[in-house]
């Protein structure tokens, strides 16, 4: 059988991307985890990182594993919890975008205030770069939210193409500036999206703005506008377009969790390793 602190390190090594960052998660040392790992992969008979010197991936068994992973120590953490009384009080104040708002993370929400009723839970829904800044301001003790270029503070929960979508029955006239359809600034798909272009040097113009996703998917869906979003808020109606338009790739989204580090313990940090714990690993997942 698999040790509960073999899959603990499985899984934070593959939801940090390497084995110092998980061993800071843990409060272990790196060769504390490494042989964890490898105990676990000659349990296991496979293996299931691969590792180079500047990235660690997920081998298609490990990939397999890492499920099972997150759910047997689900279980156990909601078994001590069903056992052993909450200990946590107070609020947590939660930053999220709109499209996990939407999807997965009220359900972990709801299963976190079941565990801890006595914690209070206030979440503010909106674009991450405004939330990531009242992280920093500590107006905000949780973020989950996106970037698409540079470099982030917190964990990777998962990554997943940026596509451009838009009406499944219209057509874009190639030679016109194309419209587009964002949601105001600062957000990551659209200086991602306005970034790509430059470089591909096609004409746009800004035809639609909406704070909301439904409102840009709306845009789309009514082939009023071109819009960037992740690949799984595509909806029905809606097409990914590319270079057979004369659109440029877009860069990956990535799904990041960051925490507040004065207040980076207890109730905080329970609900951070919950959220990490129970974010899919692609937004395929979602649903």
């Known amino acids: 059988m698999f040790k509960l602190e073999q899959l603990r390190c499985f899984v934070a090594v593959a939801e940090d991307g390497g084995f110092s960052r998980a061993a800071a998660r843990l409060h272990l040392t790196q060769s504390a ?3 964890q790992i490898r105990r676990l ?3 296991a008979g496979c293996q299931l990182l691969t590792r180079s010197t500047r990235s660690v991936a997920l081998t ?3 990939e397999r594993l890492l499920g099972y992973a997150r759910a047997i120590l689900r279980l156990n953490e909601d078994a001590h ?3 052993a009384a909450s200990r946590f009080v107070g609020k947590v104040r939660i930053g999220a975008s709109e499209d996990l708002a939407s999807t997965w993370l ?3 929400l709801r299963r976190f205030k079941a565990l801890h009723p006595e914690v209070l ?3 503010d829904v909106g674009i991450p770069t405004n939330l990531f800044t009242a992280l920093d301001d500590e107006r905000l003790d949780v973020v989950i939210g996106s970037r698409c270029r540079g470099e982030g503070r917190g964990w990777r929960l998962w990554r997943e193409p940026l596509v451009w979508a838009f009406a499944e029955h219209d057509r874009i006239v190639s030679p016109e500036p194309i419209p587009l359809a964002f949601f105001p600034e600062p957000c990551p798909y659209r200086e991602a999206a306005i970034e790509s272009l430059a470089e591909s040097q096609r004409p746009w113009r800004i035809a639609y703005t909406s704070p909301s996703i439904a409102g840009v998917r709306a845009a789309a869906l009514a082939g009023l506008a071109v819009t960037p979003l992740p690949r799984s808020s595509l909806c ?4 990914e377009l590319g270079p057979e338009v004369g659109l440029p790739v877009l860069p990956d989204a990535e799904f990041l969790i960051a925490v507040n580090e004065a207040k ?4 905080v940090r329970t609900l951070a390793d919950m959220i990490r714990g129970t974010a899919p690993s692609s937004r395929e997942d979602t649903a």
């Open 106 to 108: 009220p359900r972990t």
């Open 121 to 123: 839970l206030e979440v």
């Open 33 to 35: 985890v490494s042989a």
């Open 81 to 83: 919890a069903g056992v």
């Open 41 to 43: 992969e000659d349990q």
């Open 60 to 62: 298609p068994e490990g």
């Open 236 to 239: 029905g109606g809606l097409v």
């Open 264 to 267: 980076s313990f207890g109730a």
